[in-house]
């Protein structure tokens, strides 16, 4: 049985205009998720370690990576400050509209 790359897969299905645009919807919440996790490996921890440092459970933490909630500013600041980063909030103009 051969793997395919989940990069590989997600190239492919870019190419379908409905998979491309759930994608572009969702895309706020992929860019918090892939932060989150990139912190969370960079300070060379698991969840579970994670879950210890902010005194919650690897549930919690597993949530949060996986996108199903939309946390508080405080708790991305435990995160933050458990995986030795900085939170950094922007505000940014929309680009203009085509029309």
């Not at 895309?27 to 919650?56: H, P, Y």
Request: net charge positive; charged share 35%; glycine share 6%.
């Amino acid at each position: 049985m051969s793997r395919i790359r989940v990069d590989a897969l997600h190239k492919n299905w870019m190419k379908d205009s409905k998979y491309r645009r759930a994608y572009k919807a969702l895309e706020k919440e992929f860019s918090l998720v892939t932060a989150l996790i990139e912190a969370r490996t960079r300070a060379g921890l698991t969840q579970e370690q994670l879950a210890r440092r902010m005194k919650t459970t690897q549930a919690v933490i597993a949530r949060l990576e996986g996108g199903g909630s939309k946390p508080s500013t405080r708790t991305l600041e435990r995160y933050a400050e458990a995986t030795g980063s900085r939170l950094r909030i922007t505000l940014e103009p929309e680009r203009a509209r085509l029309r």
